[in-house]
């Protein structure tokens, strides 16, 4: 299989997945927001970031993609048919696995982000803490994006 491909299916996994999974955890946490905010529309601002909080994890794996672009030279146009190195291909799905790992936190983040709209809703003075809580996935959401960052690195990917 050309190099490219496998760029192109790395790319493709490293943005695709976490944007798909904060796609849906985002709307999750909007059906939550959604509905505290048609009884108590004072909130939407505090709402809004707890919503916001787990679409994170699609950009860092869209960024991931576009690092895996410019390291393997395809987003310059040097990536024609036959113009990559034969393993690129495969280090650059290697490097994108962690981007990929890093966006089912989505999912986990919506759950927490739900719960804190709810207590929003019930105590809207703890929204600091409820934003620490929603946060909390987040940093294994940042481990998985710098982990894939430092596989583009050490394999001479990026």
């Not at 113009?83 to 989505?106: H, S």
């Amino acid at each position: 299989m050309e190099p490219i491909v496998l760029v192109g299916i790395a790319i493709g996994l490293a943005v695709g997945i976490p944007g798909i999974l904060s796609a849906l955890a985002v709307g999750m946490a909007g059906v939550s927001a959604a509905g505290v905010t048609a009884e108590q529309p004072e909130r939407f601002g505090n709402l809004f970031v707890l919503q916001i909080l787990p679409g994170t994890q699609g950009f860092y794996g869209f960024i991931a993609g576009v690092l895996i672009m410019i390291g393997t030279g395809i987003l310059g146009g040097a990536g024609e048919l036959g113009g990559l190195p034969p393993n690129i291909g495969m280090l650059a799905i290697v490097a994108a696995v962690p981007a990929v790992l890093q966006g089912f936190t989505a999912y986990w983040q919506s759950q927490v982000a739900s719960a804190s709209c709810g207590a929003v809703a019930k105590r809207p003075e703890t929204f600091g803490n409820l934003v620490i809580y929603t946060v909390m996935p987040e940093t294994y959401a940042i481990l998985g994006f710098l982990a894939a960052f430092l596989l583009m690195i050490s394999l001479g990917v990026f």
